[in-house]
């Protein structure tokens, strides 16, 4: 008799281990429904921004580094002119550009020089105090970067505090970047 209660328990823990792992799946699917898919977490939020040496767009002979930022509030843009959601979120930099909040430094990623300034002359103008050109993408590694258009938000310290994903639009500068910026700033 114990034999056959061994097999019974052993049927229902065949049954049972399936069951708990579909159930947990149900659960972290029905969880992320309500997770807005922009807001990536980043593993470098509160920490130094990597630092880099790159060229500036427009002038090779210069070089950026974000130390050279060090005790101000600023923006690294990532875009490229084959970008199509760069385009969307263009007027939208413009006008934050216009607002003189925060220096904007535009990360023209995996784009040739000749073609990123011709979007820029072509978009109705440059909202960046400058751009630097990531030809081979290495430094975006370095920043964890998905996609284009990605922002960072880094503070007098040079850490990163805010990574928004996807395009900027007055909204999410309204109600999430200004605020962080006004925070930081003070």
């Not at 090779?60 to 990532?78: C, D, H, I, M, Q």
């Not at 996609?147 to 505090?161: S, W």
Request: hydrophobic fraction near 45%; proline fraction near 8%; include cysteine.
């Amino acid at each position: 008799m114990t034999e056959i209660a061994q097999r019974k328990g052993a049927g229902t823990l065949r049954l049972a281990i399936p069951l708990v792992v579909f159930a947990l799946l149900v659960f972290f699917l029905w969880r992320g429904l309500w997770r807005d898919p922009r807001e990536v977490p980043s593993a470098l939020i509160d920490k130094p921004a990597p630092d880099f040496t790159l060229p500036v767009l427009g002038d090779a002979t210069r070089k950026f580094s974000p130390a050279e930022y060090r005790g101000k509030v600023w923006l690294l843009n990532v875009w490229g002119s084959w970008c199509i959601s760069c385009q969307v979120e263009h007027p939208s930099l413009l006008s934050l550009a216009k607002m003189n909040a925060v220096p904007i430094v535009g990360f023209d990623w995996k784009d040739k020089p000749e073609a990123a300034a011709k979007w820029l002359a072509q978009q109705g103008g440059d909202p960046y105090a400058l751009s630097v050109t990531d030809l081979d993408g290495r430094v975006a590694i370095d920043y964890g970067v998905y996609g284009a258009p990605e922002t960072f938000v880094i503070d007098r310290q040079g850490v990163i505090r805010m990574k928004h994903i996807g395009p900027l639009d007055e909204a999410s500068i309204k109600d999430k970047l200004l605020p962080m910026i006004r925070k930081l700033s003070q």
